[in-house]
């Protein structure tokens, strides 16, 4: 693949910025704030991109911890989604720092070639992925409404240029029964645990029959007061993943079924309450996943075999959506975590570790590279524009 100027010229921005970058991603590492709650991750991530001319929207969509930062008037309008937000206990496990300093990263390297691309660079502040489903609500907002195409990369144990992840529903399920003495008068009281274990036996029953792709878990998060006490209330969470939205929508009516079950036998009361907005399965865009492939190996990177790609989807995530609705990447850059993976302890203290900050740079580089070469190329830019205008119309 040769090299124009523009790909050397945004190369060369990240590296220029390497300092910058890498305190970033040790700054939101040392301060792990949660979903919705990622007040100081999310200034800090903006602040970058303000300094160096960008126009910064605060709060699309209603959410505090979300933002639009702005570079240059050009018709291919491409979007840089960063995450920042942590999980409970483990900080950042999933290596969302290394996220958000690759997105201001390849930002600002973008801005340095905008004018002469014919691009408006959007870096997208994005809260709650984790739990939450920020991009979501963003695009139920239209605040991805003048897109073309959307990049961001993930840290991950190993090299992947075309991920794939699992559509995903969330649940709450409480039950409301009676409460008795669990000696002197359990036969008056309507044990809302026990509901709970017969969903549970259901739903462990059901495994044996669930589809390739599909996989639940849950966990009880409100399961009785005192021992000698029948439960009047009891509540557990559910999460289902599948292949795709269809196989999903299958699953959560067997799951409907194996929860309706434990009210039946039991006589409670019971209702269900979607948690979260529902995230579709990722759909790399070919080739953008292509072009990516190419620049992980220009780096010396061994991203897996495509085969391995396709027959292997990892977790969920809210980038998934944005997939279904305009060309997008969300490729994997290895980090060394001394065999760990994303939401273990070891993986969050290596997400601060030379490997991180190796794949902070190079991560930068190669999403900024892969754009240049989509503004570049007239059949693809003028693939992605259309593909836009014609959501817009």
């Known amino acids: 693949m040769p090299t124009s100027t523009a790909s050397s010229c945004v190369e060369d921005a990240v590296t220029r910025r390497r300092g910058d970058l890498v305190e970033l991603s040790h700054s939101l590492h040392a301060e792990p704030e949660l979903a919705f709650a990622e007040h100081h991750s999310c200034a800090k991530t903006q602040a970058l ?201 299958g699953l959560e009516q067997r799951m409907a079924d194996c929860f309706l079950a434990g009210a039946v036998a039991t006589g409670c009361d019971y209702r269900v309450t979607e948690t979260e907005p529902a995230y579709a399965e990722l759909t790399p865009d070919p080739w953008l996943a292509e072009t990516f492939r190419a620049e992980m190996l220009r780096v010396g990177r061994s991203p897996v075999p495509p085969e391995v790609e396709a027959t292997s989807p990892l977790g969920s995530t809210d980038m998934g959506n944005v997939t279904q609705v305009m060309p997008g990447i969300h490729p994997i850059v290895g980090i060394d975590a001394g065999g760990a993976s994303v939401h273990q302890p070891a993986f969050a203290a290596a997400a601060a570790g030379p490997s991180a900050d190796r794949a902070v740079i190079e991560g930068a580089i190669m999403l900024a590279r892969t754009v240049v070469r989509l503004a570049e190329t007239p059949a693809e830019r003028d693939r992605v524009l259309g593909l836009q205008a014609r959501r817009a119309a």
């Open 49 to 249: 991109a303000a300094e160096h001319g960008f126009t910064v929207t605060r709060a699309p969509a209603g959410l505090d911890t979300a933002f639009r930062a702005e570079y240059g008037s050009g018709p291919l309008v491409i979007g840089v989604c960063a995450e920042y937000d942590a999980l409970p206990g483990i900080g950042h496990a999933c290596g969302h720092n290394i996220i958000a300093a690759s997105a201001v990263g390849t930002a600002l390297a973008l801005a340095e070639v905008a004018d002469d691309l014919g691009l408006t660079v959007v870096l997208l502040g994005t809260p709650a992925e984790e739990a939450g489903g920020g991009k979501v609500l963003m695009l139920e907002a239209g605040v991805f409404d003048d897109i073309a195409a959307t990049v961001m990369l993930h840290p991950g144990p190993f090299d992947i240029a075309a991920a794939r992840s699992l559509a995903l529903s969330q649940v709450a399920v409480r039950y409301d029964g009676r409460e008795a003495h669990a000696a002197v008068a359990p036969y008056r009281g309507v044990n809302a645990v026990d509901a709970i274990t017969v969903a549970q036996v259901a739903i462990g029953l059901l495994r044996q029959q669930l589809a390739p792709g599909q996989m639940v878990h849950g966990i009880v998060t409100d399961g009785g007061q005192a021992a000698n006490v029948i439960p009047a209330r009891a509540e557990m969470q559910y999460t289902m993943r599948a292949d795709d939205a269809g196989s999903l929508r």
